[in-house]
C-alpha cells in the first residue's frame, strides 16, 4: 500500500469503492508514476437526488429560452419529488476503502417539515452579540435598551465612538502638531505635555506600538525635566513602561530615573513591585533588598551635589511610607516574626530608654499550643488538613521573636525549639529600622505600628489619607480587621446600634472567613494572646511619650478604644461572659486609677461607654423607671463627674467635659429619654453645668435661647478658624473639637425640639457652602476635615429626624430621598470614611444596582468591596426561609450576585467599564478580593478547573500572600503540595513543615 493512498499506488480500486462514483470518461490514472493527479481535488459530478436542488452554473445556461424553460420545470419537479420523499443517499464508501473519505451533507435532512410554526425555536444572532458595541441592530429593540442602562448603570459616560473619520484623523494631526509646538514654546505649561501624550496614545499614524511607546516615554521624560516629581506624569511614565516592556527592562529604567531624583515615592513602589508583583522574580529577601536600599538612601538624605536640589524634600515622610509597605509585606509574606522584631528596634532607635520587652515571645503564653498539636495530629484528619491546622495554630501563638540572646533563665525555655527563624539577629533587622530625623514625625511613626498590629483607628477619610495616601500601589492590606473601626468608634450613640444590626452580622461572617492568625477575632484559638500583646505595646507608646500630655492621652484613648472593641466583638460573636467583662473592667480602672490618669475626664468617658457595651441589651426594656439612668453604671459615672466639675467650677470651657455632656446627651436619647437629654443639651449651649435635681421639663422659649447662644459660641468659634493653621497636627484628629461638639450639640437639640424647624439644618448648608466650601476644603486640611465631619453631622441629624418623625414630607429636608443624597455626595469627596461607607451599606429600599454602582464608583480599595459583600448578604438576611430548600436557593443567589460582582472587574470581562478597570488596579494586588472570589466558586457548583484558573491569576497578581495561598490550598486540597513547594520557592515563612508533621504524626 502507498504512504499516500489518495494518490493510488498502482492498484485498481475496489468493488463499491468511492472511486465508482467518477464518470467513466474520467477515469484517474492506475499508475504510480502519475502520482500528481490527485483524485481528491477533481471535481465530480455526482448524479444524486440533492443535485437537483443546486442551482445551474452560470456558464452552462444555453442560450435558448425553450431549454431554460425546460430544465426550470424538471428543476421543479425534483425539489417537489425531494420535499415528498426525503430520504438519505446510498452509502458511497465500504470497509474496503483505507481512508476516510470526506463527502457532502445530506441536504434533504435541513428542512424538517414536522414541526409547526409556533414549536420551531427561534434564533436570534443578536442576542449572542448583545454586548458587542459595534453591532447594529435592525430598529428599536428591548436589547438596546437594556445595553444602554446597564452601561450607565454604574459610570455615566458616553458609548465609545466609532471609528475616526478622515477629517477627523486631520483635525487630530493638526492638533498633534500644535501641541508639539505648544511643549517646546511653553513647556511650563502641564496641560499641554498631558494633551500631548493623549494624542500621541491615539496613534493617528498607525506606527508600530513600541514605536509608540518608545515616544511616549521619550516625551514623558522631557516633561519630567520642566516638571520634576510630578504625581500624574510620573504615574503616567510607570504606567507605560509597565505595559511596554519586560519586568527586567522595566526595573532598570526606574533604577536609571532613581539615581537623577532618588525622592520619588512612585519610583520606589514601582520598582518594588516589578520584582513583589512578578511571578517570576518575587522572592522575599529579593523584596527585602531593595526595602533596605531605598529606606537606607531615605535616611542619607542630600549627600551629592546631584540631590541638592531636592532638600526641601522631606525624606522623613517618604521612609514612612516605605517602612509601612515593608512591614505590610513582611505581615503578608508570614514573617511576622521579623515585623515585630523590626517594630521593636525602630521604636528603641526613636525612643532611647524605652524597653520593649512586651514583643518578646514568652513560654507560658505558648504552652497550651503543644495540646492543641497534639489532638491535631492524633485526629487522623487527611495530611494536607493536618498542615493547615497546625500552621494557623502555630502561626497564632508563635508570631514573637525569641528574646536576645543572654544567659537569663527566661531564654532557657526556649532552646532545643525547632523553630531556629524565630531567632531575629542584627543583620536581620537592622536594615529596615532607622531614626527619624525630625521628632514631629515619631507620632506618625507609631500610629503607622499600632496600625499594623490591625488595630482599626482610621475612621476618618481625611485620616487615612494623612497615614496611608497611596492605596493603589500595594492594594492597601489584608487586615479584614480593619472594618471594625465603626465599632471601635462608633458615629453617634443617639442612633441605636440595633439599626445596624442587619449589617454587623454579615461583618461578623465575613471577618471570620477572611481573617488571618494572629488576629484578635474571638474565634480563634489564642486570640487572647495576641489581644495581650497589642494592648501592651499601645500602653508602650503612650509611655513614649511621657514628656508630651496630648500625644500620650492619644495613645491612651486608643487602647481604651481596644478594650471597648473587644467587648463588642465578644458580644456580637456571643461569647461575653461575665468573667471576661469583669476582667476588663478592671484593667480599664486600674489604668486610669493610675497617677497620670487620673484627672483626665475624657478616660472616664470612654469608661462609661465601655461600660455602656457590656450591658445587656434586655436593660433598656424598661422605660417606666424615671430612675433608671441613676441605677446605670455608665450614668453613674456622668453624674459623678458632672457633679465634681460643677462644684469646681460653674462654667463648661474644657473640650473633654463637653466631649462627655455631648455623649451623655446621646446615651439619653437612645434610652429614650427626650427631657433629660434636652437639658443635657441647654446646658452645654449655654457652658453652664447642669442641674442633677432638676425634674422639670424645658420650655420652648429656654430652648428657642438657649440654641441662639450656641449659634453665637459656634460664630465665635469660626472667627477663630481663620487664625489656625491649614495642616493639622495628628493628635487633633483624636481630641475632641469644640467647634463640631457645638453643631452637634444645636443638631440633636433643634431635632429633638421639632423635627420641622429648619435653621439649624439651614445654617449647616450654607456652612457646607462658605466657610467649609469645597474650594476652601481643597486649599486647607483643617477645613477638609471639618466638612467630612459636618456631613456626618447631617448624616446623624437626618437619621435622628426619621427615626423620630418618620418619613415625613421632602420640604422638611429629611427625608430618606436626602439622606441617599447625602451619602452619594459624602462618598464622593470622602471614599474612605467608614461611617458613609456603613450607612450606605444598610439602606435596603434603593436598587440593586444603585447600592452596587456607588460603591464600585467609590475609590475605596478593598473598604468598598468588602461592605458590597456584606450588603449583599445583609439583602437576603432578612428573607427567612422555612425550609432548606428556601435557606440553599438564597445562598445560591447571594454567591451568583457575588460572583457576578468579582467577575466585572476581571480583564476577560469584554464589557469592562473605565470604573471597573480603574479599581481593579487597586484590587488585583489585594488578597482579599482573590480570597472571596475563590471561597465563592468553592461554594458553587463551579469546576476544579475553574477554581484553579482564578488560584493561577491570584498568584499571578499576588505571589508574595501567604494567605492567598493557604486560601488556596483550602478551596484546592490537590494543589497542596504545588502551594507548598510555592512558599518554599518563594521564601515565604512556613511554620509547620510537612515533613516535621508526618513523623509527629507517625510517633
Known amino acids: 500500500m502507498s504512504l499516500f493512498p489518495a494518490y493510488g499506488d498502482g492498484q485498481p480500486p475496489a468493488a463499491g469503492s468511492a472511486k465508482e462514483t467518477a464518470k467513466p470518461e474520467e477515469e484517474a490514472p492506475a499508475k504510480s508514476a502519475n502520482w500528481k493527479n490527485n483524485e481528491s481535488y477533481v471535481q465530480k459530478h455526482i448524479e444524486d437526488v440533492d443535485m437537483a436542488t443546486q442551482e445551474a452554473q ?19 419537479e425534483d425539489v417537489t419529488k425531494t420535499k415528498e420523499m426525503p430520504r438519505g443517499k446510498p452509502l458511497e464508501f465500504d470497509a474496503s476503502d483505507e481512508f476516510y473519505v470526506d463527502k457532502k451533507s445530506n441536504s434533504a435532512y435541513r428542512n424538517i417539515s414536522t414541526l409547526t410554526k409556533p414549536t420551531r425555536p427561534r434564533y436570534k444572532t443578536r442576542m449572542a452579540r448583545l454586548r458587542d458595541g459595534n453591532h447594529k441592530h435592525r430598529g428599536f429593540s428591548r436589547a438596546d435598551s437594556k445595553l444602554t442602562l446597564k452601561n450607565s448603570r454604574y459610570v455615566r459616560k458616553q458609548l465609545p465612538a466609532e471609528a475616526l473619520s478622515e477629517e477627523e484623523v486631520s483635525r487630530l494631526r493638526e492638533q498633534l502638531t500644535r501641541s508639539k509646538v505648544l511643549v517646546q514654546r511653553e513647556p511650563e505649561v502641564l496641560d499641554h505635555w498631558l494633551e500631548l501624550h493623549r494624542l500621541l496614545n491615539l496613534n493617528l499614524d498607525k506606527a508600530n506600538r513600541l514605536a509608540v511607546a518608545e515616544h511616549q516615554l521619550h516625551t514623558l521624560e522631557t516633561a519630567l525635566e520642566h516638571h520634576p516629581s510630578n504625581q500624574q506624569i510620573l504615574r503616567l511614565y510607570t504606567d507605560v513602561a509597565n505595559a511596554t516592556y519586560q519586568a527586567s527592562e522595566v526595573a532598570a529604567r526606574f533604577e536609571k530615573m532613581l539615581k537623577r531624583n532618588p525622592f520619588e515615592y512612585i519610583l520606589w513602589t514601582n520598582l518594588i513591585m516589578v520584582t513583589q508583583g512578578n511571578m517570576a522574580r518575587c522572592r522575599v529577601p529579593a523584596v527585602l533588598r531593595i526595602y533596605a536600599y531605598s529606606m537606607r538612601r531615605m535616611h542619607v538624605g542630600h549627600t551629592d551635589e546631584i540631590t541638592r536640589r531636592f532638600e526641601t524634600t522631606e525624606t522623613d515622610v517618604i521612609m514612612l511610607k516605605l517602612f509601612h509597605n515593608c512591614l505590610l509585606f513582611l505581615r503578608q509574606s508570614g514573617n511576622i516574626n521579623r515585623m515585630f522584631s523590626v517594630i521593636r528596634l525602630s521604636m528603641e532607635l526613636n525612643f532611647p530608654g524605652l524597653t520593649m ?14 495540646e492543641f498539636e497534639e489532638m491535631v ?32 533563665d527566661s531564654t532557657e525555655d526556649f532552646k532545643g525549639e525547632l523553630d531556629t527563624e524565630r531567632y531575629m539577629f542584627s543583620d536581620d533587622i537592622v536594615p529596615y529600622a532607622h531614626a527619624l530625623k525630625s521628632p514631629n514625625n515619631r507620632l506618625h511613626l507609631l500610629l503607622v505600628v499600632v496600625q499594623l498590629t490591625k488595630m482599626p483607628l482610621i475612621r476618618s477619610s481625611c485620616l487615612a489619607d494623612k497615614l496611608n495616601p497611596c492605596i493603589d500601589e500595594f492594594g492597601e492590606t489584608e487586615a479584614i480587621e480593619l472594618l471594625f473601626a465603626v465599632l471601635a468608634d462608633r458615629h453617634s450613640y443617639a442612633v441605636p446600634a440595633s439599626n445596624y444590626a442587619d449589617c454587623n452580622a454579615p461583618m461578623i461572617n465575613l471577618a471570620k472567613d477572611m481573617s488571618v492568625t494572629p488576629s484578635f477575632m474571638p474565634h480563634f484559638v489564642g486570640h487572647d494572646v495576641y489581644a495581650d500583646t497589642v494592648s501592651k505595646l499601645i500602653l508602650k507608646c503612650s509611655e513614649a511619650f511621657s514628656g508630651e500630655e496630648t500625644k500620650r492621652r492619644v495613645f491612651v484613648i486608643l487602647w481604651l478604644r481596644f478594650q471597648r472593641l473587644l467587648i463588642v466583638l465578644h458580644k456580637l460573636m456571643g461569647k461575653l461572659t461575665t468573667s471576661y467583662l469583669k476582667d476588663t473592667r478592671k484593667r480599664i480602672r486600674d489604668q486610669i486609677s493610675l497617677e ?55 462654667c463648661i470651657s474644657c473640650p473633654d467635659i463637653m466631649h462627655l455632656y455631648l455623649v451623655c446627651a446621646e446615651l439619653l436619647i437612645q434610652n429614650r429619654r427626650k427631657e433629660r437629654a434636652i437639658e443635657v443639651l441647654i446646658s452645654l449651649c449655654v457652658e453652664t453645668h447642669v442641674t442633677l435635681d432638676e425634674t422639670s421639663i424645658s420650655s420652648k422659649q429656654v430652648i428657642v435661647e438657649s440654641i441662639t447662644s450656641g449659634m453665637k459660641l459656634v460664630a465665635a468659634e469660626l472667627k477663630a478658624l481663620n487664625t ?23 443638631s440633636l437639640l433643634d431635632t429633638l425640639y421639632d423635627p420641622r424647624n429648619l435653621e439649624v439644618k439651614k445654617f449647616l ?132 450576585r457575588l460572583i457576578n460582582l468579582f467577575q466585572a472587574y476581571l480583564p476577560t470581562n469584554s464589557s469592562r467599564s473605565e470604573t471597573e478597570e480603574e479599581q481593579y488596579r487597586v484590587l488585583r494586588r489585594n488578597s482579599i478580593y482573590w480570597r472571596l472570589y475563590m471561597t465563592c466558586l468553592s461554594d458553587t457548583n463551579a469546576t476544579f478547573q475553574r477554581s484553579r484558573d482564578v488560584l493561577l491569576m491570584a498568584i499571578d497578581e499576588c505571589p508574595w500572600d501567604k494567605a492567598l495561598l493557604m486560601e488556596g490550598g483550602k478551596v484546592l486540597p490537590n494543589e497542596m503540595a504545588f502551594l507548598q513547594d510555592l512558599m518554599t520557592e518563594k521564601e515565604i515563612r512556613i511554620f509547620a513543615v510537612p515533613e516535621e508533621l508526618n513523623i509527629l504524626r507517625a510517633q
Open 58 to 76: 452560470p456558464g452552462s445556461s444555453s442560450s435558448s429560452e425553450d431549454s431554460e424553460e425546460e430544465a426550470d420545470k424538471d428543476r421543479k
Open 357 to 370: 520587652d512586651c514583643l518578646e515571645a514568652s513560654a507560658a503564653n505558648e504552652a497550651p499550643l503543644i
Open 377 to 408: 495530629l492524633s485526629s487522623g484528619m487527611p495530611m494536607p488538613e493536618i498542615w493547615t491546622r497546625v500552621e494557623k495554630l502555630r502561626q497564632a501563638y508563635c508570631y514573637l521573636p525569641y528574646p536576645i540572646l543572654t544567659e537569663s
Open 596 to 650: 497620670e490618669n487620673r484627672d483626665v475626664v475624657r478616660f472616664y468617658t470612654e469608661l462609661a461607654l465601655c461600660e455602656f457595651e457590656g450591658q445587656d441589651d434586655n436593660d433598656n426594656d424598661n422605660d417606666n423607671d424615671k430612675d433608671k439612668d441613676k441605677d446605670s453604671r455608665f450614668f453613674s459615672i456622668f453624674w459623678k463627674i458632672i457633679s465634681e466639675k460643677s462644684a469646681e467650677s460653674g
Open 724 to 746: 489656625q493653621p491649614a495642616e493639622m497636627a495628628l493628635e487633633e484628629y483624636f481630641m475632641p473639637n469644640k467647634l463640631l461638639i457645638l453643631l452637634r450639640a444645636l
Open 765 to 896: 448648608n450654607d456652612l457646607q457652602q462658605r466657610e467649609l466650601g469645597p474650594e476652601a476644603a481643597e486649599a486647607c486640611e483643617r477645613r477638609r476635615f471639618l466638612r467630612e465631619q459636618v456631613m456626618e453631622i447631617q448624616l446623624l441629624q437626618l437619621q435622628l429626624s426619621i427615626s423620630l418623625s418618620g418619613d415625613v414630607d421632602i420640604y422638611c429636608g429629611f427625608s430618606e430621598s436626602k439622606l441617599e443624597e447625602l451619602l452619594e455626595r459624602g462618598l464622593d469627596e470622602f471614599p474612605r470614611n467608614m461611617v458613609f461607607l456603613q450607612h450606605w451599606t444598610s439602606l435596603k429600599t434603593i436598587l440593586w444596582h444603585k447600592q452596587r454602582g456607588r460603591f464600585i464608583r467609590t475609590k475605596a480599595g478593598i473598604a468598598s468591596l468588602a461592605h458590597l459583600v456584606i450588603a449583599a448578604h445583609s439583602r437576603f438576611q432578612s428573607i427567612e426561609g422555612n425550609d432548606a430548600f428556601s435557606k440553599d436557593a438564597i445562598r445560591v443567589a447571594v454567591r451568583n
